[in-house]
């Protein structure tokens, strides 16, 4: 019995290849059968019954992969008495049955922990835990069969098909095989065992300190690397990495309305969700945007193809900025003393994840003063609340105004000048967190050279509008002359070399790093993004190992969730990747993803991926 159909959880997804099982993503993934011996005082049929039973289970399954009608309906009794029961009530007979197979086959259909086992002379049970994508829907559950020895061979006489509860954990799996690099920047256990139950990490280690345990399906990654799953600590869901969403930097709401733009964005942010997944971005922290974000952080919870998502909602800005709604706001404009006390309160009363505060540099001494009183009010408001102050300070004074008001977390590099001793030593002594995001400015450069370096980007993991968009960068109009031209990417050059120099400073003194990329941001992607940001921290002087655990458990810090999140260790959420080459030889293998783990569900790398066929 193919799984029955829910209502679809109106997640974006391509159309995606039929999985054989887990068989075709590598040899040895779960989809093999164990047929379990029954309890002693049971009756005791052959054991061939078994062994013939499985086999013909296997058929039964591999027919729904090939959509072959025929051998899929010569599996079941044909007979008045065949029963097909689901979470609707129990139905029977054949005909009504073979009317309706095959009209409609899902997209994909991964099947494991098949189990059968022998109840009579004749009769087997089995099952096997589902999970099926199917015209946008997403179902996960339980089928059963009891199978009948015939004339013609083994049937099914009862076929079942139930939906597993949106709560419930995946079933329990073991990693086997991969060489695990854990995100503590602990040296890698080669052979090693993870083993994902509820949810979460409930071992892993070495064979030895992490057997496997019977009931655990058995993935086998021999050959693999298993990776926490990726932390983006900056990103900006009411952005849509184009100019549309930022037309503070290149106006085009003649032709895209700013109001339609954040509409979609709202109410359809599924295509960003598979885009992190795809690049193996298991958690995301949205460090500022629309009041939506607070609700788009609570449906990802519900969304088993989504990221965990920490939202600060609106920002509270030193600046009045125009970019908003009528009907809201995503900056907070601190105009005083009282304005940034109800902006802080707004926030903390809303159930926000951190205050922001975008604060931007003045030239007029007085102006800057209260500014300065404006953010030590917001800092005082969110520590008395408990909740973290991240602060968007892009220049060296301000930067130091920012750690002294309480930040944990800033956001940018250091831009203006080389990070001094002073700075170091407020850093190192308050814990702040420094997120250099590196690689935000050359998306901006490449919308103004009207370029798109599409070779950086894994296009497989953006989603069809975005990269039409995206690709559209190079036929706009305005792009510079030779002379702008190279005025551009000399600035750029400079600025890439003193983020880097700040970088490795920061770095050296013991100030804790996280890996944020500002997606959002024009041609700074969701979800591809990280790539080009965790590559450039390396070509910065950061070891591979360094940027590894800065975009996982440095990230996870950053985000507030270092207690449940990036890194593989026991009672962790099970977020992990599981890459075909070793990061440690280039940080580049970090887009080699074969699979992905979220919250101890496994998708494959096909299943996430997007469709870009004319």
């Not at 289970?57 to 008495?81: E, M």
């Not at 409930?202 to 345990?213: L, T």
């Not at 105009?335 to 604060?359: F, I, M, N, P």
């Not at 970090?590 to 870009?612: K, N």
Request: proline share 7%; net charge negative.
């Amino acid at each position: 019995m193919i799984p029955a159909r829910r209502p679809p959880l109106q997640i974006a997804a391509a159309a995606l290849a039929l999985l054989l099982t887990w068989s075709l993503v590598g040899a040895g993934l779960p989809g093999s059968a164990q047929a379990q011996e029954p309890p002693a005082d049971t009756l005791h049929p052959a054991p061939l019954d078994s062994v013939e039973a499985l086999a013909a289970f296997h058929a039964n399954i591999a027919a729904i992969h090939a959509r072959d009608r025929a051998a899929y309906l010569s599996a079941y009794l044909q007979s008045p008495r065949l029963v097909r029961s689901g979470p609707e009530g129990a139905l029977t007979g054949y005909e009504d049955f073979a009317r309706d197979a095959g009209i409609a086959w899902p997209d994909t259909l991964v099947a494991s922990h098949i189990r059968v086992a022998p109840v009579a002379d004749g009769v087997v049970h089995a099952s096997y835990h589902y999970r099926v994508v199917q015209d946008g829907g997403w179902t996960r559950g339980v089928s059963e069969r009891i199978l009948l020895r015939t004339e013609e061979g083994w049937k099914a006489g009862v076929t079942t098909a139930f939906p597993s509860p949106p709560d419930q954990p995946p079933p329990p799996f073991a990693l086997v095989g991969g060489t695990l690099i854990d995100g503590t920047g602990r040296d890698p256990v080669s052979n090693a065992v993870v083993v994902l139950r509820d949810g979460e990490v409930a071992c892993a280690g070495d064979r030895n300190r992490c057997p496997v345990p019977e009931d655990a399906e058995p993935v086998d990654v021999s050959g693999h690397w298993i990776i926490p799953g990726l932390v983006d600590a900056h990103v900006h869901f009411s952005q849509t990495g184009w100019a549309d969403g930022r037309p503070d930097a290149l106006d085009l709401r003649a032709e895209h309305p700013y109001p339609q733009t954040i509409s979609r964005l709202r109410d359809a942010p599924e295509p960003f969700f598979q885009a992190y997944l795809c690049t193996g971005v298991t958690s995301v922290f949205d460090v500022g945007g629309f009041p939506w974000t607070w609700e788009l952080r609570d449906r990802a919870r519900t969304n088993p193809m989504a990221p965990r998502i920490q939202a600060a909602g609106p920002l509270l800005s030193t600046r009045d900025h125009w970019l908003n709604l009528p009907g809201e706001r995503q900056f907070l404009h601190m105009s005083d003393r009282d304005a940034a006390r109800q902006g802080a309160d707004y926030l903390l009363t809303s159930g926000t994840d951190a205050v922001k505060v975008w604060y931007l540099r003045v030239a007029d001494e007085a102006e800057a003063e209260r500014q300065r009183e404006y953010l030590n009010v917001a800092g005082q408001w969110a520590r008395d609340a408990g909740v973290p102050l991240i602060v968007h300070a892009t220049w060296l004074e301000g930067a130091k105004e920012a750690i002294r008001a309480g930040a944990s977390l800033l956001v940018h590099s250091v831009e203006d000048q080389v990070v001094d001793d002073d700075f170091l030593r407020l850093a190192r002594r308050s814990g702040v967190v420094y997120t250099p995001t590196l690689t935000v400015y050359e998306g901006y450069d490449e919308l103004r050279l009207r370029e798109f370096d599409e070779d950086r980007t894994r296009v497989e993991c953006v989603d069809p509008r975005t990269l039409e968009l995206a690709r559209s960068t190079r036929e706009l109009s305005g792009a510079p002359d030779g002379e702008g031209r190279e005025g551009l990417q000399r600035r750029a050059a400079d600025r890439a070399q003193l983020l880097a120099e700040n970088l490795r400073r920061v770095h050296d003194a013991g100030i804790p790093v996280a890996v944020g990329t500002d997606a959002g941001n024009p041609l700074t992607l969701h979800g591809p993004a990280i790539y080009r940001e965790m590559e450039a921290m390396q070509a910065a002087g950061l070891e591979p190992m360094e940027v590894l655990v800065a975009a996982t458990r440095g990230a996870a810090r950053a985000m507030g969730v270092a207690e449940i999140a990036g890194t593989v260790e026991p009672a962790k959420t099970a977020d992990l990747v599981i890459l075909d080459r070793d990061p440690l030889d280039a940080l580049a293998n970090v887009r080699a993803v074969r699979m992905v783990i979220r919250a101890g569900e496994i998708f494959t790398r096909d299943e996430l991926t997007f469709s870009h066929e004319p």
